[in-house]
Nanobody
Framework: QVQPVESGGGSVQAGGSLRLSCVVS????????MNWYRQVPGKEREFISK???????????SVKGRFTIAQDNAKNTAKNTVYLQMNSLKPEDTAMYYC????????????????WGQGTQVTVSS
């Protein structure tokens, strides 16, 4: 299944940590870039972090130095798991966090496209 499945959200006090996970099945002949976004009601979805198929990472300025994205391409499982380690959480980090998988590749990649997960809620109290 190329649609990501997120987990790991919850409630934490300011200064605390959470680790989000996102699992997506690999697709034959496709490369996968994994992204994290977040959204609060009434606002647009905001880019948080990305790790591409080569392992290059990117962060929004608002989370740089506090959040870390990493991937675990477990062997023999055909699953791609991406983690978002969130440290020094602030109340303004409260949001629904979404994982998005971007599949791309040559003509043999049949699942080319962007796929959103259902989201996982993160709540940070002051």
């Amino acid at each position: 299944q190329v649609q990501p499945v997120e987990s790991g959200g919850g409630s934490v006090q300011a200064g605390g940590s959470l680790r989000l996970s996102c699992v997506v099945s690999e697709s034959p002949y496709c490369n996968i870039d994994m992204n994290w976004y977040r959204q609060v009601p009434g606002k647009e979805r905001e880019f948080i972090s990305k790790i591409d198929a080569l392992g290059t990472t990117k962060y929004a300025d608002s989370v740089k130095g506090r959040f870390t994205i990493a991937q675990d391409n477990a062997k023999n499982t055909a699953k791609n798991t991406v983690y978002l380690q969130m440290n020094s959480l602030k109340p303004e980090d409260t949001a629904m966090y979404y994982c998005r998988s971007d599949l791309h590749g040559g003509t043999r990649c049949r699942d080319w496209g962007n796929y959103w997960g259902q989201g996982t809620q993160v709540t940070v109290s002051s």
